[in-house]
């Protein structure tokens, strides 16, 4: 979410000086006067939220023609008329998760793949950025139009042994805030998990990105992750078992010997109980990272995208792309001005719409930081 505060109008201050009369006797000089202090300058200050809106016919094409007689906005549910609506183009930061020490649905081929199938989808006149993050978080496109150029850096991208996924989301946070753009999206690529296991650092960097009116997308892998993972935190293996010899070796055989040789054998039970409990806290990684980038994406009025399968992940990609450019920008006046807000504000905002046949998709979570004084941090 984004406040705008409208520039301040100070109520005039009056300064008063009282002069005291002059001493009749000759040679008394007259003491210097001492004004009176100013009056307390008043500052009135209006602010602005804004939304990422999305609307779209009763077929699920995007609607061109919204306008601000179209919407109802519920703050914590009480209503607010919008103050504009607008179709700028989108800013979108694609952010690739391209490390991590266990992984075995994420590969930086497949990530590429899917982040280059994101950027081929947008709108022409939407600006791309590009984020890698592995043993660290960088930039490694800025924003530009140009579609083949963003395509080149992806493509450029590095693996890395770990996944500072903490470090790019508070990076990605502070790139899309220093555009000073509107309409602003990221796309985060990844499994959502940190090598570094800063459980408490990563949800104090996902409540301050939902405390901005960046939109969230996500394409996940958490779930091939841990349908993999999850016979291994039993000790069972579900790689295919091994042959008892190559067939090489087996083809040699008598008839009868070679049917045995060639026969799989039984399934692996692992017993090494360390790597069983690491298999299972992979595992526990995993889901809580999904329900994170899940409610991410529901707070920001994003899109959660769980495939499979690596060929549902790829097919899925343009979608995310159709949903960012299917965006208006909507703002309204609060009520409850943040300055009325102690501590931190939460605010449910959903927005619906008058008009037959348009539906709109925006609702989303959003936290407002305040000091003690009541003051927008």
Do not use: C
């Amino acid at each position: 979410m984004h406040i705008s505060p409208i520039k301040p109008i100070l109520a005039a201050a009056v300064l008063l000086a009282f002069i005291p009369a002059a001493f009749a006797q000759s040679g008394r000089v007259q003491p210097t006067p001492t004004p009176t202090p100013p009056d307390e300058i008043v500052k009135v200050a209006t602010e602005e939220i804004k939304l990422n809106v999305l609307a779209f016919n009763v077929s699920g094409a995007f609607v061109p023609d919204m306008t601000l007689d179209d919407l109802v906005i519920a703050e914590n549910n009480v209503l607010h008329p919008p103050s504009s609506v607008r179709r700028i183009p989108a800013n979108v930061l694609i952010v690739m998760d391209t490390g991590g020490e266990m992984r075995v649905a994420k590969s930086l081929d497949r990530t590429r793949r899917v982040a280059i199938a994101v950027a081929e989808a947008l709108r022409d006149g939407d600006q791309v950025a590009v984020m890698q993050y592995s043993d660290r978080a960088e930039v490694i496109s800025e924003w530009t139009t140009n579609r083949a150029e963003t395509v080149a850096a992806i493509k450029r991208s590095n693996f890395g042994r770990r996944s500072v996924f903490v470090d790019a989301i508070t990076a990605a946070r502070q790139f899309m805030i220093a555009s000073g753009a509107d309409n602003r999206h990221i796309v985060l690529i990844t499994d959502g998990t940190d090598s570094l296991g800063r459980s408490s650092a990563k949800f104090d960097a996902l409540q301050a990105l939902t405390a901005t009116d960046i939109s969230v997308h996500v394409l996940s892998y958490t779930s091939m992750e841990i349908d993999d993972i999850e016979p291994r935190s039993r000790g069972v293996s579900k790689s295919p078992p091994p042959k008892a010899l190559p067939d090489e070796v087996a083809a040699q055989l008598p008839n009868g010997a070679r049917d045995v040789a060639t026969a799989p054998k039984a399934v692996t039970i692992n017993t090494d109980r360390a790597f069983i409990r690491s298999m299972k806290a992979r595992k526990a990684d995993l889901e809580k990272s999904q329900e994170q980038l899940e409610k991410l994406a529901e707070n920001t009025n994003g899109t959660f995208i769980l495939p499979d399968s690596p060929d549902e992940m790829l097919l899925k990609a343009p979608l995310v792309a159709r949903m960012i450019d299917s965006s208006y920008v909507v703002t309204y006046i609060p009520k409850i001005p943040v300055v009325d807000t102690r501590g931190i504000a939460e605010r449910n905002i959903e927005v619906t719409s008058k008009r037959p046949g348009l539906i709109v998709q925006a609702r989303r979570k959003v936290l407002i930081p305040t000091d003690a004084a009541g003051r927008r941090r």
